[in-house]
């Protein structure tokens, strides 16, 4: 059987200093005039364990819990409550009465110390303590903590834990003013609430509600997972689709790429084969310009002659007669057609070395460009090597 055992106050509401209230076994009242804080013990022990708000220990505010004559002009003010609770009605071991009897030396000591030992262990076993500090600045804030066995627990876990004990912030543990009267007043069907909330099936009935919205929450959960996979699952064609085109891709570029590398490669034996042809041709032009440039020097210099023996003809045309003179003149136009002649052929010999020439120029022109392509295609063919 659970029941309190006592409870601690201290600087809270009427209660100024430390408060200790015990709790003994069997049936407890606690009597006294109007005003003297019989209340404040019933909202000491709601404060304690979390089962109502402020307004319900009659307090706009946790600050005004706070016992009024502590305040004074302290910065911080604290009020805290602790509620023990008995958890067994086993007997407690005596002292006296438990120990077996006393053996001398060593041996006796160490067994009376186990025993007194024992005897402490089972004592805290049975007894569970929750406390509540409330701890108040001189601005008016605050801070709520709370403690079970000494060790920090948040109101949640302290709740858990009076479950266990079906103790329910919402219950009929506690009975205020009130109640009964409301109680008697009721129909069947709100006491039959209470007789539910005392039996504890209430809280059984606020489990099944509680799974059943659980429950529908997963469903909904599950129809969102089960949307979400049919996208998944789409996507994941789109992207098997889209795989097998890069694939593809992948594997077309890698042919255009080895591809483009043989046509590189032809691209340089071609400028290559190209360039002999026209270092071939520049070498032939060459000859043929030195050639001409030869037989115009043989002509200028068989003109020179003529012209040498012209001179001497007029000469000797203005020594002789008539007769000789129309000789010398025949002679002299004979010697003038020829010298026409070499002169056509010097001229025709000159605009063909200028000819020639020019195609010289242009050869020369288009080694240049083949020389610089074939140097880019080498830089480049010595790039596609190196990768």
Known sequence: MVYIKRIELSHFKSFGGTTAIPF??????????????????????????????????????????????????????????????????????????????????????????????????????????????????????????????????????????????????????????????????????????????????????????????????????????????TELLRSLERLAADRQKAEKYQALRQQIQEKQSWEKVLQFKAVSQHRHQLLSQLQQGESQVRDLQQALTSRQQAIQTQQSQFEQLNAQVKALGEEEQLAVAAQLATHKAQRDQLQQQITNGDRQIAAHQQQVGQIQTEISQYQQQFLQTQQEQSAYTRH
């Not at 079970?148 to 858990?160: D, R």
């Open 24 to 229: 003994l076994p069997g049936f407890t009242v606690v009597s006294g005039p109007n005003g003297s804080g019989k209340s404040n013990i019933l909202d000491a022990l709601l404060f304690c364990l979390g089962l109502a708000t402020s307004k319900g220990m009659r307090a706009e505010r946790l600050p005004d819990l706070v016992n009024n004559t502590y305040k004074g002009n302290r910065s911080s003010l604290e009020a805290s409550v602790s509620v023990t609770f008995e958890l067994s009605d086993a007997p407690v071991l005596d002292s006296e009465a438990s120990f077996p009897p006393q053996q001398d030396g060593a041996e006796g000591e160490l067994v009376a110390d186990t025993l007194k030992t024992l005897q402490t262990s089972l004592q805290k076993q049975r007894e569970w303590t929750v406390t509540r500090r409330l701890k108040v600045t001189k601005g008016g804030n605050y801070s709520s903590n709370y403690y079970i066995n000494g060790e920090t627990a948040t109101v949640a876990e302290l709740h858990e834990q009076l479950n266990e004990l079906r103790i329910y912030p919402e219950g009929y543990n506690i009975v205020l003013q009130g109640d009964v009267t409301r109680i008697i007043t009721m129909n069947a069907k709100e006491r039959r609430e209470i007789i539910d909330e005392l039996a504890g099936v209430a809280e059984f009935d606020r489990k099944i509600v509680k799974t059943r919205e659980t429950l529908e929450e997963v469903r909904e959960r599950e129809e969102r997972c089960q949307i979400i996979e």
